[in-house]
């Protein structure tokens, strides 16, 4: 099997067991429409500040439920040593973390399509203005996300080293936090054509941190 | 590597440690005459300028000491002997107190200066995401049971912590006006001789002091290792690089 190969069994397993058992989902959406709303309660009613604030607020919502999904995806690997047979099967470490990345970044594109519906609706964000640049700016940021989550996911898996998951994954990502609002601002303004660098940045971190996920990953879940 | 070893443990010997303490406190008297005394005030900001010398050389160190856990992190990765381990652990608690001082000393020149003690500025914002990466890079060392697997997640975290600065950094330029350089709120200050001797002493000073750090820090990982060892394995005597890998191996 080729390295892509292995990687999709990997996330079409951990695909299945989300779409059979819904756990992640069950707790990331209810709790990420919370915090939209808890944004809207602490920002007032005013529309013209919830919708200067909406692209900010939204990538946090997501950055927040990311936590969230992150520890559900690895939650299921600690139970019954799943995670051991997971490094023990005869594939590439690197398919595994590519495997476990793309599981999560195709659960948090789904987050991130409600979240999006949430926010246009509650915070009067207009988003037709371009859809491919924001699907663009989604896509490349859940990528980014996603690899970051998925090398420091292990950590969720202890209930010692649970706390220390979102101290590193928050400031790790916060080029996707910055990037992410930044792009979506400047798309639901109608302001595409600047668009562009934003989305090579996020690009750029795409690619470093997938990268470097794909050599040191095996280190991680070496025991 | 081997070579890089042997540099180590030159440094680390006992004499070299008392060398560096002496050349410390020596470098960080004469940084304190130069820029307390010796140098003149600014013309435009007077006695505020002094606080360069001890903010810039404190910035300087703290980027100085995570590329040095980067550099020993991918060398543990890559050799796994437990001296690359200790180097990266030392080094990013100095980085971690040289960052915090960075914005702490940053702070006090910026509220007389700029009018407040924070601002957005590119430089600042990514001083701070920094220190937070390397808080959360401590906090991983304080958590697994086994030295091994401590060893290797703070490898993975001191590389990827190393390579997303960059990143960090770029973000908040364009973050803060996409199509402005980014704004300066004071000139460049008019540099006399004293003033650049000053400066340079204070860099100096803050090196020296930082490789002390690093040495102290490495001759109690090495007793910290060996109380561990001894604690775990029954046969006293064998030499504790050995004890450890067998450890960090089962």
């Known amino acids: 099997m080729t390295l892509i190969g292995q990687a999709l069994a990997v996330a079409s397993k951990d695909i299945r067991v989300e779409v059979r058992g819904r756990h992640g989902m069950a707790a990331v959406l209810p709790f990420s429409a919370t915090l939209l709303i808890a944004f809207g309660l602490s920002l007032g009613p005013g529309r013209a500040l919830l919708l200067q604030a909406a692209p900010g607020l939204l990538w946090l919502a997501v950055l927040f439920a990311a936590v969230l999904a992150f520890r559900q995806a690895y939650h299921a690997e600690g139970e019954d040593g799943a995670l051991e047979g997971l490094v023990l099967a005869p594939i590439d470490k690197a398919a595994v973390f590519l495997g476990k990345a793309s599981a999560v970044a195709a659960l948090l594109l789904v987050l991130e399509a409600v979240v999006v519906t949430l926010v246009a609706a509650m915070f009067g964000m207009h988003l037709g203005h371009a859809p491919a640049a924001l699907a663009a700016t989604f896509l490349l940021g859940t990528i980014g996300l996603a690899a970051v989550g998925s090398l420091f996911g292990v950590l969720v898996e202890s209930a010692r080293t649970r706390d220390v998951f979102p101290l590193l994954l928050l400031p790790l990502a916060t080029p996707v936090l910055m990037a992410g609002a930044k792009a979506t601002e400047l798309v639901v303004g109608g302001r595409t054509s600047e668009v562009g660098s934003w989305l090579g940045l996020l690009g750029a971190f795409d690619v470093a941190v997938v990268g470097v996920g794909m050599l040191v990953f095996g280190h991680v879940v070496e025991d | ?250």
């Open chain 2, 1 to 250: 590597m081997a070579s890089a070893e042997r540099i180590m443990a030159a440094f680390t010997a006992r004499r070299s440690e008392r060398a560096l303490g002496v050349l410390a406190v020596a470098a960080l008297a004469a940084s304190a005459v130069l820029s307390l005394v010796v140098s003149p005030p600014d013309a435009e900001q007077g006695n505020l300028i002094r606080l360069m010398y001890v903010h810039v050389p404190a910035a300087w160190v703290a980027y100085l000491a995570f590329a040095v856990v980067f550099v020993a992190s991918v060398a543990y990765l890559v050799t796994r002997k437990t001296r690359w381990d200790r180097l990266a652990a030392a080094s990013a608690e100095s980085g971690v107190l040289f960052t915090a001082m960075t914005i702490v000393l940053g702070s006090i020149w910026a509220k007389p200066v700029w009018g407040t003690w924070w601002t957005w500025d590119p430089r600042l914002t990514t001083t701070a995401v920094l220190l937070l990466i390397y808080l959360g890079y401590l906090a991983v060392r304080h958590l697994p049971d086994s030295p091994g697997r401590r060893a290797r997640w703070a490898a993975v975290v001191g590389i990827v912590g190393f390579v997303d600065v960059p990143i960090v950094h770029l973000s908040v330029r364009w973050w803060r006006g996409l199509h402005q350089a980014p704004a300066r709120l004071i000139g460049v200050p008019d540099v006399s001789p004293a003033m650049g001797a000053a400066l340079g002493v204070g860099f100096l000073a803050f090196t020296v002091v930082y490789l002390y750090f690093l040495v102290l820090r490495l001759r109690v990982g090495r007793l910290e290792d060996r109380v561990m060892a001894e604690a775990l394995s029954p046969r006293i005597g064998q030499p504790v690089e050995t004890l450890l890998e067998e450890a960090a191996r089962g």
